[in-house]
């Protein structure tokens, strides 16, 4: 056989020389470097694979490729088919969530128009331009203004014009409470919450307050505009004080200044 390169490494090449031998002078025997690579493939176990190897006596083996299609590659794939088909089922729920949302707030707000009214939806909706609440509670219905930080009353009115500036708060605003269950201003109508005690309420903390001039005032419920109108006032009205009736005279110092117009707990 001509040349070292036509046979295959590992091969005896005693063999293929006697081989040759008996071939007519014409003809040669060549055979392809990459013979081995022409191997029938077929299925094979890798239980029987191993078995054979062990077997062979060969010490050597030169495996070029070996194609493994077994269960773990089905187990792959199902595991990536179940991680689809959550995403697609966690979009599916998140759909027929936001649908389902969708028709409880459609549920609530018939609800809420049917039995609540819409009157006081609308006048919750008016009144927290300013800042106002609705506060249910046994006692009555209450529209209220909560102030954070408070705020300090530091003037005091009188109905002749004389305007008091305290040096320091005389008390601070925290909360007021309107009941508009109330069809006028009464008193009882009105509660203050403060930091100590408003000279204009009974009690120090939290207390009923004088209503002065604003006795007898509709509470007009069928007019939001108006009754924000009225809860402004009375929110100006508390955040100074009314010498006039007063529960207990202020002791802070203050300068006095006189103002042309006379003042009304009513701002009128």
Known sequence: MEGNSLNPPGINKSFFT??????????KFELASDSLKNVLAKEIKFKDLNERLLKSRQEKVLVKEVFLESEIEFVNSLKQLKSIFKE???TAIEKVNDLYQSEVLKLQKIYKSEVIGDALLDI?????KSNWILLMKKSGIYAYKYYFPPFDVTEGYTEKGTVKDYEEPVCSLRGIYVNILHPAITNGSILLATDGQHPNADKANFGIACVGTLEKRDIPLDNPQELLGLLNEIETCYQSIHLDSCYYTPTVKFNIRKE????RATGT
């Open 260 to 263: 042309n117009e006379v003042w």
């Open 88 to 90: 697609e089922l966690k």
């Open 124 to 128: 919750v909706n008016t009144i927290s």
């Open 18 to 27: 006697r081989l040759n031998a008996n071939q007519p002078n014409d003809l």
